[in-house]
T-cell receptor
Framework: AQSVTQPDIHITVSEGASLELRCNYS??????LFWYVQSPGQGLQLLLK??????LVQGIKGFEAEFKRSQSSFNLRKPSVHWSDAAEYFC??????????????FGKGTTLSVSS | GAGVSQTPSNKVTEKGKYVELRCDPI?????LYWYRQSLGQGPEFLIY????????DSGLPNDRFFAVRPEGSVSTLKIQRTERGDSAVYLC??????????????????FGAGSRLTVL
């Protein structure tokens, strides 16, 4: 069965520092991969997605992610973190046991805190 | 509407009561999904609809949970005889539904803000 692992439950980064949030997936073929962000009281907002093609994906708010098949990873990065980036981040994979893979399997999330 | 709308945003109920949670998807989105997010966890799939019919309800935890989408737009998640373990945020999402094998950016899920259910 497909699964997503986010190894870090909580990360604290200084404002202006770089950020990398880890995500590993289990699936034999090329997966559909997503990163969502959730701020308190808000719905999940899509940051970026990977379906095929270029393995470096650019998203909103200055985020990017790189698909590495050899490592089964899709890590999220940002070169300079802003205080407003503090939120919960979820990695997800399209569930291909369901038609068209649009239903998602989520990781448990990583909480990002930003210190001044 | 412009986004996915969920009501109520907060619901407090007593153990054993019946609860309905409503989701109004983005206009024109044929697919609608319900997820449950417990404290400290990622969202977990409950059910999705393609049009009016439930295409996959394999995530519903038991027969106390039921969802409908009678006209292919608004959906209602119904929970009977609520238990304290049902306390969670219930998220709804909608998307355009692609033909098999043609997933694209147009098919990405857009989520609502959720309905927080607390069972006392």
């Amino acid at each position: 069965a497909q699964s997503v692992t986010q190894p870090d439950i909580h990360i604290t980064v200084s404002e202006g520092a770089s950020l990398e949030l880890r995500c590993n997936y289990s699936y034999g073929a090329t997966p559909y991969l997503f990163w969502y962000v959730q701020s308190p009281g808000q719905g999940l907002q899509l940051l970026l997605k990977y379906f095929s093609g270029d393995t470096l994906v650019q998203g909103i708010k200055g985020f990017e992610a790189e698909f590495k098949r050899s490592q089964s990873s899709f890590n999220l990065r940002k070169p300079s973190v802003h205080w407003s980036d503090a939120a919960e981040y979820f990695c997800a994979v399209g569930d291909l046991t369901k038609e068209a893979g649009t239903a998602l399997i989520f990781g448990k999330g990583t909480t990002l805190s930003v210190s001044s | 509407g412009a986004g996915v709308s969920q009501t109520p945003s907060n619901k407090v109920t007593e153990k054993g009561k019946y609860v309905e949670l409503r989701c109004d998807p983005i206009s024109g989105h044929t697919a609608l999904y319900w997820y449950r997010q417990s404290l400290g966890q990622g969202p977990e799939f409950l059910i999705y609809f393609q049009g009016t019919g439930a295409a996959d309800d394999s995530g519903l935890p038991n027969d106390r949970f039921f969802a409908v989408r009678p006209e292919g737009s608004v959906s209602t998640l119904k929970i009977q005889r609520t238990e304290r373990g049902d306390s969670a945020v219930y998220l709804c999402a909608s998307s355009l539904f692609p033909p098999r094998g043609t997933l694209s950016g147009a098919n990405v899920l857009t989520f609502g803000a959720g309905s927080r259910l607390t069972v006392l």
